[in-house]
């Protein structure tokens, strides 16, 4: 039963948990353009530019704070969306394993949204910074998460159906 369309959609949720960790969330730089600040799932980082516009070799971290925590939850979320793929035994537990997903995406997407809110105040007020990929990842993986939870329910009321016609 691996080959159903909710685990073509789970193992999308799984991966698009897994590309949270490898893209940028946000990027900001400052009006001369000499320093910017990079989110990503693991850390925010002050980078200084070397006085050339080009990125490349002579960029130095000023400041590095960690953001475990949004790490931590991309990799749970991939993780659960993993281990509910082989439950297509239960449905009921995929079904509460997605509602539980989503908890988990929602919270990624929440706490992505609190430190690109904070940061954005405090680096550079005057200049606009960002949004990159990896912000709407969490988000992308939560419909596909819907979409897969929806299936799950259709094979659900099909069995029952047929149960019933027994």
Not at 32 to 38: A, K, N, R
Not at 77 to 89: D, G, H, N, P
Not at 116 to 125: A, N
Request: proline share 2%; net charge negative.
């Amino acid at each position: 039963m691996i080959q159903r369309i909710q685990t073509v959609l789970l193992l999308g949720v799984a991966i698009c948990m897994g590309l949270v960790l490898a893209y940028p969330i946000w990027f900001e730089e400052n009006p001369d353009q000499t320093q910017g600040i990079i989110m990503t799932a693991f850390n925010t980082e002050v980078v200084d530019f070397g006085g050339t516009l080009d990125r490349g070799d002579d960029d130095t971290i000023v400041e590095s704070n960690a953001n475990w925590h949004i790490a931590s939850l991309a990799i749970i979320s991939s993780l659960v969306a993993l281990f509910s793929i082989f439950q297509f035994k239960s449905r009921l537990n995929q079904m509460k394993l997605g509602a539980l997903n989503a908890l988990i995406m929602a919270a990624t997407l929440g706490l992505s949204y609190y430190q690109v809110f904070q940061l954005e105040s405090s680096f550079s007020p005057e200049t606009q910074g960002s949004i990159s990929l990896g912000f709407y990842l969490p988000a992308f993986a939560m419909l596909l998460n819907i979409l897969a939870n929806r299936f799950i329910r259709k094979d659900e009321k099909l069995v029952k159906s047929a149960d019933r016609m027994r």
